[in-house]
């Protein structure tokens, strides 16, 4: 669809949400991925009865920032008190 990386845009917004009425009224469960957890709500109120919301990769990787950020955080305020 040519917007790789922006799963927000309206067109590609007007063709999931297509495809989960398509889907629903065929009697059939949807399910879906996003990271993105305002998507997830709109799949959700779209009909949506399986909504993934993250990946392993992606925890992992939020998981290893928050870690490092404390980390990192807590070793500069150690330097500036001089311990």
């Given at each position: 669809?040519g917007?790789?990386?922006?799963?927000?845009?309206?067109?590609?917004?007007?063709?999931?949400?297509?495809?989960?009425?398509?889907?629903?009224?065929?009697?059939?469960?949807?399910?879906?991925l996003?990271?993105?957890?305002?998507?997830?709500?709109?799949?959700?109120?779209?009909?949506?009865?399986?909504?993934?919301?993250?990946?392993?990769?992606?925890?992992?990787?939020?998981?290893?920032?928050?870690?490092?950020?404390?980390?990192?955080?807590?070793?500069?305020?150690?330097?500036?008190?001089?311990?």
């Amino acid at each position: 669809m040519g917007y790789l990386g922006n799963p927000a845009a309206v067109e590609v917004q007007a063709a999931v949400e297509d495809a989960l009425k398509q889907i629903i009224s065929r009697g059939k469960a949807t399910v879906i991925l996003t990271s993105d957890r305002g998507l997830a709500q709109r799949y959700l109120d779209l009909g949506a009865r399986f909504v993934a919301v993250g990946s392993d990769v992606g925890l992992l990787s939020a998981g290893t920032a928050e870690l490092r950020a404390a980390f990192t955080a807590a070793a500069l305020s150690a330097k500036l008190t001089g311990y």
